[in-house]
Structures are given as structure tokens and as C-alpha cells.
């Protein structure tokens, strides 16, 4: 044999090997061996979550996103702070922000009783975010598994990786395609706004002081306003949570693209995407407004892309048993 032909002899084992321990593919039934229960298992700790806490579904999904959206869908959120890890909880995005933690420790503590030393953190929170959504009324959908725990946690990364609610949608599209997602995941991602809450602090100065001008922002629409500044007296550090979706607030559906078309987007972040003009972002709201199973259609694959952000497989990272440090 030639010794070029050996060379690419070599190489091909050398990547077949790599895509045997570290590149694999996340599957469906990554756990089918293992834990063959796990999704009822997250399943059941949810639903008992959601019965004293309407909102926890919607906490969970977000945990997924910011867990997703630094160093790769990895658990790297989860952990707390200690010698070596510096914690994205205390990140700008996270602190007094994320929440849903106890929710994640519980659903691990039932795990590692049924199958232990098996399924990761993160893959944790990317069956919850599909179980939340599917429990709010959302579409349901295989989840794709596999994923393996970080070691590290970046809180750097955190401040600037995450999107900002003030952040233009120029800005916001390069952070998504930064993470190998496209306008069309960002329309339809920002739709888990149909659900869940925000603290006044992440909206208020478009009810008082939009950009500098003293005035409020001109988008939004008067009646909102009005009950918007009622519910948030100032323009500030206010904590004061309201929903995201002012008709059907628990509810997982296609609202939040009928509210940007009607001026009631919550955060300049989610308006922008209906009111920026020309943006490639209006049609896609358009089309969701009009239709939700189109919606939902994209929602699951837009899922799918971002659980797939850099993950851990292989023999990298490890499973934690604490998802709150490195084992
Ligand atoms: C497009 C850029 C995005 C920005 C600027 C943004 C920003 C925010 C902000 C400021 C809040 C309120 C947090 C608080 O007040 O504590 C929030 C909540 C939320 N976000 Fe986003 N977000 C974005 C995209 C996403 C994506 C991609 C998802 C998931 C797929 C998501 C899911 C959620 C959910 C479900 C909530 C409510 C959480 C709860 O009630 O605990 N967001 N987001
Ligand atoms: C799923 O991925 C794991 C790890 O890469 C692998 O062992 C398993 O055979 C895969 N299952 C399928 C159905 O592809
Ligand atoms: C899965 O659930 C079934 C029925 O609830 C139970 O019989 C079985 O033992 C469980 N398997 C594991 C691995 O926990
Ligand atoms: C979080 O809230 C605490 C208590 O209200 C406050 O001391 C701290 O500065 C807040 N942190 C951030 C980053 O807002
Ligand atoms: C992240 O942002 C917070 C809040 O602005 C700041 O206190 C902290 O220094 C930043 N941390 C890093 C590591 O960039
Ligand atoms: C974004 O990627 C999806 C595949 O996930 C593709 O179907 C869609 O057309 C892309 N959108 C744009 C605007 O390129
Ligand atoms: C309103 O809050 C924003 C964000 O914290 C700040 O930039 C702006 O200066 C504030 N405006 C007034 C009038 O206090």
C-alpha cells in the first residue's frame, strides 16, 4: 500500500474514533438501556412542581437556554460556587433571575434512586424543558439525549454570551448565530415569552425613559402602558414579577405573536422583533401569529438545534450525582 494510502487509512480511524468518544450524536434513546424511565420519572417531579407553582414549567425551559447558550448544553449552570467554579447563577442574566434549581435537584435525587450514576444534569434540563412545554399545552417531542456534565462553569461567558432585553435585534440575531442558530430559531425561541414572568427591572424604562428620551416607547401600546406602569410604579431596580403573556399566562400557545402584532410585547427585546423595520424577523412572526402548529412545528426543531449546541459526549465531561458541583 502507498504511504499516502496509509495516511488516510490512518485518518479515517482516527475520526471514526473521535465520533466513537467525543463527537458522538445525541439519540432518542440515548437511556433505553439504562433508564428506560427517565422521562416519567421528570415527568412526575414536574407535574408535582406545577401544582403548588404555575410558572416552574416556564423556569425549566429557560434553564435549558442559558444552559445551552454558555459553553454548550453541558450542566454548566447548575453548578454552584466552590474553590474551582466561579457560578453562572451569579452571572448578570442568572442572579435573581434563573430559578427552578430545587426542581432540577429533585428530579436528580428521584434519578439517581431508579438508575444511579446515569442520566446527566444536562440532559436533565433538556427533558424538562420538553416536558414543561408539552405540560403547558406546547407541542412534544423525542428529545434527543447523551449529553455529559462539564467539569467547569464560565460566569464570563454567561455576562456575554446571553441575550440582553435592551439588546437590538441585530445584536440579538449574532449572539444566536454565534451559536450556529438562525433568525428563524430566534423568532421562533423568543416564543417561550408565551409563558412565564419578568421582573419589572427588564422592561421598565420603556415605561418611562425609552433610550434616553424621557418619554416612554413610542411602540407600545397605551393601554398596556398604562397597566404596565401601574404594575411597576418606576423606572428601575424593581424585582416586581408580571406575566409575559397578559391573556393565557400558563398556557404554551402562539399569543406572544399576536401580542408584538398588536404593540403588547412585554420586552423591547420581543417587540423589536415585529417592529424593527424591514427585519427579516417580521414575516416569520407573521406566519405564527397566523399559525400554530407552524409555530410549533419550528418550535421543536428550533429545540432540537439549540440541545445540540457543543455538547459533552463520549468519554468527556462525566455524569454528575450532584448537579450542583463536580463529583
Ligand atoms: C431572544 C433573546 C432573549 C432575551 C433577551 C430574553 C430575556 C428574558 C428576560 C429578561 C426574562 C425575564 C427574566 C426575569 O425577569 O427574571 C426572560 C424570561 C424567560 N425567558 Fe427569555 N429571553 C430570550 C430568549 C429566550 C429563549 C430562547 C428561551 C427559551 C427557549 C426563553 C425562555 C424564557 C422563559 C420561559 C422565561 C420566563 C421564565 C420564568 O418565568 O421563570 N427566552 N427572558
Ligand atoms: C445512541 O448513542 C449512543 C452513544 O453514542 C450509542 O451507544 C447508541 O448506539 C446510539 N443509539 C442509536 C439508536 O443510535
Ligand atoms: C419503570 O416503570 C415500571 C412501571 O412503572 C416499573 O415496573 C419498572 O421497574 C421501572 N423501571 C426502572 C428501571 O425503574
Ligand atoms: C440580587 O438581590 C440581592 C438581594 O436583593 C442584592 O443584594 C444583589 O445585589 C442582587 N444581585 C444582582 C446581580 O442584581
Ligand atoms: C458578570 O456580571 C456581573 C454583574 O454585572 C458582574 O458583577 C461580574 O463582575 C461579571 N463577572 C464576570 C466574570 O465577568
Ligand atoms: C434556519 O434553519 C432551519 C433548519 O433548522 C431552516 O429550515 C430555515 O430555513 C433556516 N432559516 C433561515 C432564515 O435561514
Ligand atoms: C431608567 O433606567 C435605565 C436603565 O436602568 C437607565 O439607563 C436610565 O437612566 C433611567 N432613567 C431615569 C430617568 O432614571
Redesign the pocket.
Known sequence: MKSGNNIIVVLAIVIWFMGLSSNAQLNATFYAGTCPNVTSIVNGVIQQALQTDARMGASLLRLHFHDCFVQGCDGSILLDDSASIESEKDAFPNANSTRGYDVVDNIKTALENSCPGVVSCADILAIAAEVSVSLAGGPSWDVLLGRRDSTTANRALANTSLPSPFESVSSIISKFTAQGL????VVTLSGAHTFGRAECRTFSPRLYDFNGTGNPDPTLDTSYLATLQQTCPQNGSDTTITNFDLTTADNFDNNYYSNLQNNKGLLFSDQELFSTTGS?TIAIVNSFSSSQSAFFQNFV??MI?MGNISPLTGTNGQIRLDCKKVN
Do not use: A
Not at 182 to 185: A, K, L, Q
Open positions: 438562525n433568525i428563524t430559531d427579516d426543531q428550533s438545534n
